[in-house]
């Protein structure tokens, strides 16, 4: 071989070495649901490993059914008179959280534990509860109980009502993908679609070389979840998020009991709606609205309260009957 070869070899070699392999989408089961990450051209092992040991941080935090999360130290040190020591991210959560509960005049209410347990939905232990229980439960669910303090740089959330506990799994799915958005950033990723239990985000350009495509993301039927979608949205970027009456729920004398619940009257939200859907570049944003517009339904007015945003939201009632608002 002469040298002129030999250096052709060697740059062969070197390119074909660096180039790392490209994985196929990966999904976890993590958050309490289904997560699937689709990195296209970017999706080293280490970024998708990356991605989801996020994911999986988020969850030991936040998630009320793991012991020694934070959000369940707290829970357990509820009425005590002890002020739990969180890290920033849990406090910054909890803080928004109790200001989206103000803005949406708690149809979104993170303080809702009691009502959620006594129904057990998706639980072993799923039922009708008493109506004198579910009055009892009502009584625990003011969000003011949750006092939040900050003294030399560390972080204290205390509950002050031995009977309220916190629950955000109305608004973590969108916290964990508006985090990985960050992420996504940072590392130069060019296009991902990340799928968190159906809460969508769909970021940079979907086509390399039309820069104007648009990405298509269906919306359930939720009348007939396994039919064609109800409705396809088209968007350059951002997140689609869902809340409905489908997703986790029991039948009982007739009546569907699902797990969305409107904390006045402690039962599953009755607004007339199947699903509402929200679009915007702002996952937790979506994940808030959704759950509290399918609280309130469509004729609620606290919605003008979050028009510095670009919103869309697609609401389908019990019939099937689709209307679209933008705002
Ligand atoms: P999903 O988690 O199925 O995508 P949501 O975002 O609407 O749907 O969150 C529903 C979950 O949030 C419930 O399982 C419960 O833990 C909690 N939750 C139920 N009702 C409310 C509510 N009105 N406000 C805040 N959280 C709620
Ligand atoms: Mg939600």
């Known amino acids: 071989m002469n040298l002129r070869n030999i250096l052709i070899f060697a740059i062969c070699f070197l390119t074909f070495s660096c180039k790392k392999t490209v994985l196929k989408p990966q999904t976890q089961y993590v ?23 996020e994911l999986n941080a988020i969850d030991d935090k936040f998630n009320v059914n793991k012991e020694y999360s934070e959000i369940s130290v707290v829970n357990q040190n509820a009425g005590s008179g002890i002020a739990t020591n969180v890290s920033q991210e849990v406090y910054e959560l909890v803080r928004r959280s109790k200001e989206y509960a103000m803005l949406t005049e708690n149809s979104f209410n993170p303080l809702l534990g009691a009502i959620i347990k ?88 979907k086509s390399k070389s039309d820069q104007n495509s648009l990405w298509q993301v269906g919306i359930k ?39 969305i619940f409107d ?38 007015n606290f919605i003008k309260r979050f028009d510095e945003q670009t919103i869309k939201i697609v609401f389908v009632d019990l019939d099937g009957t689709v209307q679209i608002l933008s705002i």
């Not at 009708?128 to 009584?139: N, Y």
Request: glycine residues 10%; proline residues 3%.
């Open 118 to 205: 006594l129904w057990g939905i998706g639980s072993d232990f799923q039922k009708v509860p008493e109506e004198k229980e579910i009055q009892e439960a009502i009584k625990h669910c003011d969000p003011n109980s949750i006092v939040l303090s900050q003294t030399d740089g560390m972080y204290f959330i205390e509950i002050t009502d031995k009977n309220a506990s916190l629950d955000l799994g109305a608004i973590v799915k969108g916290f964990a993908a508006d985090k990985l958005v960050k992420l996504l950033k940072e590392k130069k990723v060019s296009r991902a679609i990340l799928d968190l239990g159906g809460n969508i985000y769909v970021f940079g350009d």
């Open 31 to 53: 958050l309490g649901t289904i997560c699937n990450i689709n990195l296209f051209e970017s999706g080293t092992s280490d970024l998708y490993q990356e991605l989801f040991s």
């Open 263 to 300: 904390g006045k009257t402690g039962r599953p939200a009755q607004s007339g709606l199947a699903s509402v859907t929200v679009i915007s570049e702002n996952s937790e944003l979506c994940d808030v609205l959704a759950t509290a517009l399918f609280v309130a339904g469509t004729t609620e």
């Open 221 to 259: 039927n939720p009348i007939m979840p396994q039919a064609n979608p109800i409705e396809i949205v088209s968007l350059k970027a951002g997140s689609v998020v869902t809340s409905g009456n489908y997703e986790r729920f029991f039948i009982q004398d007739g009546i569907v009991y699902h797990h």
